[in-house]
C-alpha cells in the first residue's frame, strides 16, 4: 500500500529524531580553516573518500591557501599534489578555474546562492549545498551523496538514484532547519551502521521504521 505524504513525514520525522540522538556530534568530515578550501575539499571529493581528501589537503592549502593564490597556481603542480583523489587531471584544471572565477566575476567573495555558486567549474547542486550549510549555516538544499541515496532507498523514503530528485523527494519532508544536519546523521549512519551490501540491521536504531530490515 502506497503511504500518504503525512505518514512518510511523521516516519520520517522519528527517524531523523532518532539520529540526531544516536550521532549528536555528527559533522562534516572535510578538514578546512575557510569557506573556500571547503568548496575545493569539497570538488576534491567526487568519486573519492573524505578521508583521501584530507590526506592531499594540508598540502595543497600550505601552497595556495585562497582563490588569489589557487588562481594563479601552475596546473602540474596542483595535479601532483592532487592526484591520489583521482579524476585529478579534471578537478585540478577545475579548481584553477573555479578560483580565477571567484576573483574576476565575484571579487574574491564566495557567492551565497546556489544559482550563483553552481557557475563556478567544478560547482554543482551537491557542492554548493555542502558549502552553504556547513560555510555558512545557510539550509539552501539538501545534500545528496551516495549514502543518502541508498539509505533512503532503503527506508523507502524515495524510489530514486537520481540525486535531483531525490532532493525534491526529501524536501517536503524534512523541517529547513535539519537539511544540513541530516545529510551529516545519514553519512554517519551509513558509515556505522547501514553500510553498503552489508547492513547491521540488528543493531540499527531505526529499523523498526525501515521497510528494507534484514532483522524483522
Ligand atoms: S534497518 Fe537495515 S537497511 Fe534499514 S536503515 Fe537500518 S541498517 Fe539500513
Known sequence: MRESKIKKQERMHIVLSLLKKEYPNAECALHHSTPFQLLIATILSAQCTDARVNIVTPTLFTAFPNAYSMSKAKLTDVEEII??????KAKAKNIIACSERIIKRFNGELPLTIEELTTLPGVGRKTANVLLGNAFGLNAGITVDTHVTRIMNLLKFVQSTDAVKIEMNLIPLIPQDDWTVFTHVIIQHGRE??????????DCIISHYCPSSLSR
Not at 592526484?83 to 585529478?88: A, L, N, P, Q, V
Not at 551502521?193 to 540488528?202: E, F, G, N, S, T
Open 83 to 88: 592526484h591520489s583523489t583521482g579524476f585529478y
Open 193 to 202: 551502521i547501514c553500510i553498503a551490501r552489508r547492513p547491521k540491521c540488528q
